[in-house]
């Protein structure tokens, strides 16, 4: 199986900071590679798919790149609704699909 | 509006299977590209993705759990329905399904609101 590791597993930042979070496959991976936030308590909701596609409705301020086994999540200028755990995925089609172990990001 | 919503007991016991049912809504599962999906997520910890049907009803499995899951579809009743064999405390866990979406935009999109299950005697 693909296994997918984030770094940082926490990260304290504070609002209006620049911050990346990464997620390296075990293998090199297609382009199927997602982001999601989660909330306590809540489902995860989608962000960002196809390494770079932003969902619609979310905001501007999120944004992924990446290739091979190496991809990022950026958030721009961190906003207070932004404080949550956030999850990368890989999706492949003979395996299925991987999530990485979290990075909870919190207000510093 | 796509929803989904999951549905099963709260509480099971050591060794007893598990059947969840996800009811859906909002798209069909005769959709070309379209999927189901199964995740779950103990208390504090991470997300796990366990299992996967196709609108072709091909099915996709976590290779750890293949051998205790089973997925199935009913697409007249807009349902999908995963059993899990041989239940341990170590599965204890919010269980979620989540629309997936096809084609070039494919993703979990759109996920139910969990429900939480409990193993113990």
């Known amino acids: 199986d693909i296994q997918m590791t984030q770094s940082p597993s926490t990260l304290s930042a504070s609002v209006g900071d620049r911050v990346t979070i990464t997620c390296r496959a075990s293998?090199?991976?297609?382009?199927?590679l997602a982001w999601y936030q989660q909330k306590p308590g809540k489902a995860p909701k989608l962000l960002i798919y196809?390494?770079?596609s932003l969902e619609s409705g979310v905001p501007s301020r999120f944004s992924g790149s990446g290739s091979g086994t190496e991809f990022t999540l950026t958030i721009s200028s961190l906003q207070p609704d932004d404080f949550a755990t956030y999850y990368c995925?890989?999706?492949?089609?003979?395996?299925?699909?991987?999530f990485g172990q979290g990075t909870k990001l919190e207000i510093k | 509006q796509i929803t989904l919503k999951e549905s099963g007991p709260t509480l099971v016991k050591p060794t007893q299977t598990l059947t969840l049912t996800c009811t859906f809504s909002?798209?069909?599962?005769?959709?070309?590209?379209?999927?189901v999906g199964w995740i779950r997520q103990p208390p504090g910890k991470a997300l796990e993705w366990l299992a996967l049907i196709y609108w072709d009803d091909d099915k996709l499995y976590k290779s750890s759990l293949k051998s205790r899951l089973t997925i199935t579809k009913d697409t007249s009743k807009n349902q999908v329905v995963l059993t899990m064999t041989n239940m341990d405390p170590v599965d204890t866990a919010t269980y979620y399904c989540?629309?997936?979406?096809?084609?070039?935009?494919?993703?979990?999109?759109?996920w139910g609101q969990g429900t939480t299950v409990t193993i113990s005697s």
């Open positions: 909002g798209f069909s599962l005769s959709t070309s590209g379209v999927g």
């Open positions: 196809q390494t770079s």
């Open positions: 989540a629309h997936r979406r096809g084609g070039q935009k494919t993703a979990m999109d759109v």
């Open positions: 293998q090199s991976i297609s382009s199927w």
């Open positions: 995925q890989q999706y492949n089609i003979y395996s299925g699909y991987t």
